[in-house]
């Protein structure tokens, strides 16, 4: 496995997401697909803005408002010298 499916493994099992992707219904296939082929990050020198869509309505979120969406403790840091 190499390029861009490799990394996206390697950082859900990171985060303890091995089975994000491992998705039966084809309705959430699709919207899975959406978010993630829609999603990026803008860095500017006061925030950072984390865009995407998801059915078919673009959102716009800070980090901060995307990761408290994701669920993360936000006392977490992602260290990846210390990953499982």
Known sequence: MTGLLQDMNQAFTAVGWENFADIIEPGLQLLTMEFLMTLT???????????????????????????????????????????C
């Open 41 to 83: 990050v803008e860095e500017t020198s006061t925030e950072t803005k984390v865009y995407f869509r998801f059915f078919n309505e673009q959102f716009e979120m800070t980090l901060q408002q995307f990761s408290v969406a994701l669920g993360f403790n936000k006392r977490y840091i992602l260290d990846p010298q210390h990953t």
